[in-house]
């Protein structure tokens, strides 16, 4: 997804989600969460497949 279509869909201007992809910036977790349903797919994960077969 282009950042033009990801700025619709979250309802933000394209300069906030240009910055939002330059290094050293720090998501909310509220802004993850949005970021979640917008695309449609898991943006962070706290456990995985592989970390819960070495318990």
Sequence with gaps: MAQRGLAD??????SEISK????G????LKTLARLEVALGEPV???FNDSWADRL
């Design 9 to 14: 869909k979250m309802g933000k201007q394209e």
């Design 20 to 23: 939002w992809l330059a290094p």
């Design 44 to 46: 962070i994960s706290a």
């Design 25 to 28: 910036h720090n998501f909310t």
